[in-house]
């Protein structure tokens, strides 16, 4: 699956007609750059061969979940669920 498409984010956040495109593609590109440096890797990443790989679903979703936080209520901006969902595909932690 590939990132979320702006129509994809305007279903999810339930806004019908397009006045609202450029805010919600704005935010939709901050979602998917913030899921993107909380891994440390680029979404959607490639393979050692380079291919590239399908975004999976809990990426798909957290992406969703951070663009309806930015939408709706900033203030919830990197919630623990947004967290807790990219967690597993964080690469280069540190120790």
Request: hydrophobic fraction near 40%; include cysteine.
């Amino acid at each position: 699956m590939p990132v979320p498409t702006l129509d994809e984010a305007r279903h999810d956040l339930r806004v019908s007609g397009n006045q609202d495109d450029a805010k919600i593609q704005r935010l939709l590109n901050a979602a998917i750059q913030s899921a993107s440096e909380f891994i440390n890797r680029p979404i959607p990443w490639k393979d050692d061969l380079g291919v590239v790989l399908p975004v999976p679903d809990t990426v798909y979703a957290a992406i969703l979940l951070e663009l309806r936080a930015l939408y709706d209520s900033p203030e919830d901006i990197c919630s623990p669920a947004f967290c807790n969902l990219l967690r597993p595909y964080r690469l280069g932690m540190g120790v």
